[in-house]
């Protein structure tokens, strides 16, 4: 065909397909092309959600302890499941025994205690103090023996954990074990709340002196949670050195049982030390 021809009809019809043929092409590359970009995409979404899992992972993992070997029941405990601290707030354990050099009898004080129990923290708060100075100076021996039945009273079952928590204080670092007490009791939470998690138990050890790998691992594993539910219910059932115990706090001075009428009589430092004085001259 020359410049001035004019194309005929299947001349038309050829450019005309070529020009279907070419669209067909392109939009074909386009499509091609969108559809990869979309895998793309899909693939780049995923591994940032896979990359923030496993990042979530990872600091999870990070802040974990490897949970310890221990016993069926925590070592350093007294026969009744308690740990027992004397003179310089050591524990009395089997390889030391912190009583001091006195002419005159020693008062013993026993406490049952649950750590969610609002009813320990009232008489505890304001009697501590002498307590801690007693068993320092060799005035008296200490013994604290938690037990655990409130975990009805907390959203993430505070009160066991926080047994299994101070056991694991006690098997492990039971010289800082009266410390760690204290901390428990005085940031107990409030019934019906959420206790506190597992980090803020083992940040308490540390304050007291206990934050070792073994003590944190302990806590996060809850390893000494079949003993808090055996001995528990073993404490709940059966006289314990003929005294049956059927809350907390149960306090004993040499075998007498304190009891309070009032709110005042329980908070009263000065009425315990009067106990204390009269049950030891028994």
């Not at 020359?2 to 392109?26: G, M």
């Not at 049952?112 to 009697?127: E, G, L, W």
Request: charged content about 20%; aromatic content about 8%.
């Amino acid at each position: 065909m020359t410049f001035n021809d004019k194309p005929t009809r299947s001349e038309k019809r050829e450019v005309a397909r070529d020009k279907a043929r070419a669209l067909r092409q392109e939009t074909a590359k386009r499509e091609k092309r969108n559809r990869i970009l979309i895998q793309l995409s899909v693939v780049l979404v995923t591994l940032g959600l896979v990359g923030g899992i496993a990042a979530v992972v990872i600091v999870d993992a990070a802040n974990r302890a490897d949970a310890p070997v221990v016993g069926d029941s925590p070592a350093n405990l007294t026969a009744l499941g308690g740990l027992k601290v004397g003179v310089g707030l050591q524990a009395f354990t089997a390889s030391n025994t912190p009583t001091p050099d006195a002419a005159e009898e020693t008062p013993e004080i026993q406490i049952y205690v649950d750590y969610q129990c609002p009813i320990c923290q009232a008489f505890d708060v304001p009697n501590s103090a002498q307590m801690r100075s007693w068993a320092d100076i060799g005035a008296a021996t200490i013994e604290i023996r938690p037990i655990s039945f409130l975990d009805r009273a907390s959203l993430n079952e505070y009160s066991s954990r926080a047994a299994n928590s101070a056991f694991c204080v006690a098997n492990f670092e039971p010289d800082a074990f009266f410390d760690y007490h204290e901390l428990l009791m005085l940031n107990q939470p409030e019934e019906g709340t959420s206790g506190h998690d597992d980090d803020q138990l083992f940040a308490y050890a540390e304050e007291a002196r206990a934050g070792t790998e073994e003590v944190k691992g302990c806590i996060q594993a809850k390893s000494f949670g079949d003993y808090v539910e055996q001995h528990t219910q073993r404490v709940l059932s059966e006289p314990q050195d003929g005294v049956s115990v059927s809350g907390t706090p149960t306090i004993l001075v040499n075998g007498n049982q304190y009891t309070w009428a009032t709110g005042n009589d329980l908070v009263s430092a000065e009425r315990f030390a009067q106990f204390v004085q009269l049950a030891t001259a028994q």
